[in-house]
C-alpha cells in the first residue's frame, strides 16, 4: 500500500457514472509554451461547452521558466537566462525543460467534486503513488504545494522538491496542472527560487538513482491516474 494510500484510503475524485473516459495524449516534440497555452485554453472552452472530453495532455517544454499569480520578481534569480512566461496559475516561479514530464490536466469538476483542495490532494496522491512504484516516498507538507523527498544521506532535515503543482479553474474545469522531474538538468533551476522555497532543492528520479526514462515513466502515471481519476483513453 503506498503512502498516499495509507493517508486516505478513500481517495477518490472519480467523475459521475456514464462519463467519458479522459483523453490521455502524448506529445513527442518539445511543445512551446505559447503554443501549449492557447492549446489548453480551447480545450477547456469546449470543455465547458460539453463539445470535448476531459483531456490529461503529457508534454516537454523547452527551458523557460513560469511566473504564477503568487510570484515575487525577487525570486527570478536570472532573468534572462531562459524566457519567463507570466500565467494565470496558481503559485509561484517554476522551471520547465526537457525531462521533466509537464501534465496539463483538465477535468470537469462539475462531474467530479466541486472542491478545489480536494483536487489539489488527489493530484499530490497520484504523484506519491507514482513514485512509490519505485519505493521513493514522496510527502505532502502542509505550508507547502507539491510533493517532496526526504534526503537523509545529505542530512537529517534536508528535503528536496520533486514534483509541483500549479493550477487554474474556470468555470469548474481544471487546467495547468503537475510538473514531474524525471531527468532534466537540475541546474536550470539555479536562475530562480523554486516556488519561492529557498531552503529546500530540487531532485528528480534519475537524480535518486532511478534510471528512468519519460515513456517509461508515462505508463506508470498513467497507471495511477486511474486508480484516483477513473478510465482513461
Known sequence: MSPADRDSLALKFLP?????????????????????????????????????????WLLEHPPLYTAGTSADDSDLVSPDRFPVYRT?????????????RVAYVMLDL????????????????????????????????EDRVGVWVRRPDRGAQV????????IRVRKWVTFHGI???????????????????EEHGVTSLVDLGIPVGL???????????????????
Not at 159 to 166: F, M, Q, T, V, W
Open 88 to 100: 494565470g496559475r496558481g503559485g509561484q516561479h517554476t522551471y520547465h525543460g526537457p525531462g521533466q
Open 16 to 56: 459521475e457514472s456514464g462519463s467519458a473516459p479522459v483523453e490521455w495524449t502524448i506529445s513527442d516534440k518539445l511543445v512551446d509554451y505559447e503554443t501549449a497555452l492557447a492549446a489548453m485554453n480551447e480545450r477547456v472552452e469546449r470543455i465547458i461547452s460539453g463539445d470535448a472530453p476531459e483531456q490529461v
Open 159 to 166: 528535503e528536496d522538491k520533486i514534483a509541483a503543482i500549479g
Open 215 to 233: 515513456a517509461e515513466n508515462d505508463s506508470v502515471l498513467r497507471a495511477e491516474f486511474e486508480k484516483i481519476f477513473g478510465d482513461t483513453r
Open 179 to 197: 510538473s514531474f522531474n524525471v531527468e532534466p538538468d537540475l541546474e536550470h533551476f539555479s536562475g530562480i527560487i523554486p516556488c519561492g522555497v
Open 110 to 141: 462539475k462531474r467530479r467534486q466541486q472542491d478545489v483542495r480536494a483536487f489539489v490532494a488527489a493530484l499530490e496522491a497520484w504523484l506519491i503513488n507514482s513514485l512509490w512504484h519505485y519505493h521513493i516516498r514522496g510527502e505532502r507538507r
